[in-house]
């Protein structure tokens, strides 16, 4: 596949989830570039404001397995990987797969469930495998995970543990939409079902090809050395108690190619790393002073304004 192949593909699944979420361009972009980049996408908001619809209309549009699962604080971690079943006629333990084993995993309210059923996703969404009474079990390909998650201080919900907010590669906040995107929902949604009219712009196999022709996207050694050197500020900063991990930097450069790719381009930018680094790195990030994401953010931006692109 072309990097115009990788456009016109994305174009169709942009277009098509944009029809039915109303004034949330960025965020169903943000979204494309997670799943091209082979990531994972964490959805934070207040109930209402269209979470679990932009989960579901990604996974609408791609055409592959969708498995959605609702996090409680009663989930079990077998409820959610699966479990070996003994099976009385063949005499043998049988493995039953949980709803992780699906190409796009909609994981609803994910800090509702208790810290240990969370961390059940850590291997799979790191490795794309599970690993269960000594046997490992693949994820198919391509694997994604959506989850949405309202805020900490909201009743009956649990912070996610850093190791888990790690493993996602970008973390997008909808907000509440304008006057006029609010109007225009009423209008749109108030009689129908929006995701009754999305259908499958493509396939697995469609994603899987486009993947592989992001990895190919062009990343310089001076982009690379920027990537780490605001990494490492994060890591040293006095705002911050527990900077980027390595594998921030990672998914940094992942998505910044995807990114590159969805603009039609064969190589990635110091403006690409630039435009995702708060969606990438502010999530994983912990204040010393004690403060919300929003807080790390900004902090981050000051990072970005302070780091030069060339050493």
């Known amino acids: 596949m072309h990097t115009h192949d990788v456009i016109s593909l994305a174009q169709a699944g942009i277009g098509a989830m944009n029809r039915v979420i109303d004034g949330k361009p960025q965020a169903v972009r943000l979204a494309w570039v997670v799943l091209l980049a082979q990531g994972h996408l964490l959805i ?13 209309a990604l996974g609408r ?30 005499r043998h333990f049988e ?9 796009v995993v909609i994981g609803d309210e994910i800090n509702r469930a208790s810290p240990k059923t969370q961390s059940a996703m850590l ?5 794309a495998q599970i690993s269960i009474d000594g046997t ?6 391509p694997f994604m995970v959506v989850a949405t998650q309202n805020p900490v201080d909201m009743e009956g919900t649990f912070a996610l543990p850093e190791a888990q907010r790690d ?8 907000g509440y939409p304008a006057r006029s995107a609010e109007v225009e929902m009423l209008d749109h949604h108030g009689a129908r079902d929006p995701l009754s009219e999305l259908e499958p712009v493509c396939g697995p196999e469609h994603i899987a090809a486009a993947i592989e022709t992001v990895r190919r996207v062009h990343a310089s050694p001076e982009l690379r050395g920027y990537i780490v050197r605001l990494v490492e ?4 900063s006095a705002e911050f108690s527990l900077g980027a991990s390595p594998r921030a930097s990672l998914h940094l450069l992942r998505a910044a190619k995807a990114n590159a790719a969805l603009d039609g381009r064969e190589y990635a930018s110091p403006d690409d790393v630039q435009q995702l680094a708060v969606s990438i790195l502010a999530h994983r990030l912990i204040p010393r002073e004690e403060g919300t994401v929003e807080h790390a953010a900004e902090a981050l ?6 780091v030069p692109v060339i050493a």
Do not use: Y
């Not at 592959?64 to 409820?79: E, K, N, Y």
């Not at 490992?136 to 390909?141: A, G, K, Q, S």
């Open 136 to 141: 490992t079990h693949r994820m198919p390909h």
């Open 95 to 103: 493995f039953r797969p949980g709803p992780v084993f699906a190409n």
């Open 61 to 90: 549009v791609l055409g592959g397995s969708v498995r959605r699962i609702q996090f409680t604080p009663d989930l079990l971690p077998a409820d959610v990987v699966g479990v070996n079943l003994f099976n009385q006629e063949s």
């Open 233 to 236: 500020a994060t890591r040293e």
């Open 123 to 127: 291997e799979c969404m790191a490795e």
């Open 44 to 56: 934070e908001d207040v109930p209402g404001v269209g979470k679990t619809l932009l989960a579901k």
């Open 301 to 306: 931006r000051r990072i970005l304004a302070a």
């Open 167 to 174: 493993r996602f590669m970008a973390r997008v906040s909808l």
